[in-house]
């Protein structure tokens, strides 16, 4: 999905403006005044009442496992999806030899 996203990102650069954020800063009242600001608007937010938010507080035993976990996966959807954009990958086009191959090596 990141890779798709940072796809995208390349692919429509020059048509339409992207405003990166995370639904987890977003939802706070500075990450969603920073938002708010980004994407034009003036004056002051405002955040609707939380609905369908998980009440269960996560061990923080699981969070730091985790984090370890994923800190040592190396990831980098920006090279991923230039890598597919020089070689001419597109959702909206039949692939190329070269981008199919590139497909291919990302399923394994």
């Not at 708010?36 to 369908?52: D, E, V």
């Not at 994923?70 to 597919?84: E, G, L, V, Y």
């Not at 086009?93 to 070269?98: D, E, G, L, M, N």
Request: glycine share 6%; net charge neutral; proline share 5%.
């Amino acid at each position: 999905m990141a890779a798709c996203q940072a796809y995208y990102k390349l692919y429509f650069s020059s048509k339409v403006k992207f405003i990166d954020a995370q639904l987890e800063h977003i939802t706070t009242p500075s990450g969603a005044q920073e938002f708010w600001q980004a994407i034009g608007q003036l004056g002051q937010y405002s955040l609707p009442p939380r609905k369908n938010e998980n009440r269960v507080q996560t061990p923080q035993g699981l969070i730091e496992h985790l984090t370890k976990l994923i800190s040592k996966i190396h990831f980098n959807p920006n090279i991923i999806a230039q890598q597919a954009f020089d070689d001419g990958f597109s959702f909206e086009h039949k692939q190329t030899t070269s981008s199919q191959g590139f497909l291919t090596e990302l399923q394994n």
